[in-house]
């Protein structure tokens, strides 16, 4: 180690103390260490409450009494039982057929005020056949169809079985097939499904889609009908002229309603009996827009299975209608 002899003192001592170049150095060397320390510290609490902020966000969501089986996000529910609602529904009697024609002329489907009609969807054989019915994804060249029309703006919401849905354009998917003329059921759903469409107000729009072996429009009406008084007694009437026959088929009814534009912002879906189980994936391929379905399983659990699936997919939700207490 060289020696530097000091002019006042005499003494000789190392250079690498007088060396102004070295003491710089081992600051640095100490400021690095520091800084690195700084950082490694600074990482960890922020890690550490990361994690606890995770914690405490994800600990909101979810709750201690869900069951092991049961989907969160899905709404299940117990509708009022048969007895309540036929006490409750309101009277329909059939019209004649001569009153039925004169008001299906005053008010007629075709009229300005519907979305135009798409050609394509002829009555039950076109809903079942139709190669444009195979997917939701097709929208209508038809420019009168877009979501210019400004139908749905500020709608009220709509309720089906004591089931409550948000939007303004909703579509009926129900059941007419043979088991609906037991019991009084179809008279019970002619009274919700007219009371229904009573309720929603002007500014919103309605489709419905009557299903058994086949599936066929309310009346023919495959497009939107407005919710104005005209159009609900038009409906009034079909719906009292419905005639329960033949098996469970819904799968083309819900093809008509995924090809409505605009989309329906909620589907009811109501059945009494058990379908074919691929119905469930079928609607979910053709769900892209993940529109809501409630499902309404009534007077019947046969399809319980699928009907939760349907409403689990859709985020939408399921609930059992039973039948009179013995």
């Known amino acids: ?105 005053e008010v007629n489907p075709n009229q300005p005020l519907d979305v135009p009609r798409d050609p394509s969807l002829s009555q039950s054989e076109n809903l079942e056949g139709s190669g444009s019915l195979s997917g939701a994804g097709n929208v209508s060249t038809d420019q009168g169809m877009g979501e210019g ?56 729009t309605f489709a419905v889609f009557t299903f058994s072996d086949d599936a066929a429009p309310l009346g023919n009406a495959r497009d939107w009908t407005q919710a104005i008084e005209e159009r609900k007694r038009w409906a009034r009437k079909i719906i009292g002229t419905l005639t329960p026959g033949g098996a469970t088929v819904p799968m083309n009814a819900f093809r008509a309603a995924f090809r409505l534009r605009p989309r329906p912002d909620a589907i009811y879906f109501m059945t009494d009996g058990e379908f074919d189980p691929s119905v469930a994936d079928e609607i979910a391929r053709l769900n892209t827009s993940r529109i809501p379905i409630h499902c309404i399983a009534f007077t019947s659990p046969e399809s319980e299975q699928q009907m939760r699936r349907i409403a689990t997919q859709s985020r939408g939700t399921y609930t059992f209608v039973p039948g009179a207490r013995p």
């Open 1 to 105: 180690m060289e020696q530097v002899l000091d002019p006042e003192s005499g003494e000789t001592s190392s250079g690498e103390f007088l060396a102004p170049e070295s003491s710089s150095r081992w600051l640095l060397r100490l400021a690095r260490r520091a800084l690195l320390v700084g950082l490694v510290l600074s990482l960890l609490v922020h890690i550490v409450g990361l994690a606890i902020s995770a914690r405490v966000f994800y600990g909101m969501g979810g709750s201690a009494s869900m069951g092991a089986d049961e989907t969160p996000g899905l709404a299940l529910t117990r509708g009022p039982e048969l007895s309540d609602l036929m006490s409750g529904s309101i009277e329909i009697s059939a019209p004649a057929s001569g009153d039925l024609a004169a008001e299906l002329k």
């Open 149 to 204: 029309l400004g139908l749905g703006g500020g709608g009220g919401g709509a309720s089906f079985f004591g089931v409550e849905a948000t939007g303004s354009r909703f579509v009926f998917i129900v059941d007419v097939s043979g088991s609906m003329s037991l019991g009084g059921k179809i008279d019970a759903l002619r009274g919700q499904l007219t009371r229904s469409i009573q309720n929603l107000v002007e500014t919103s």
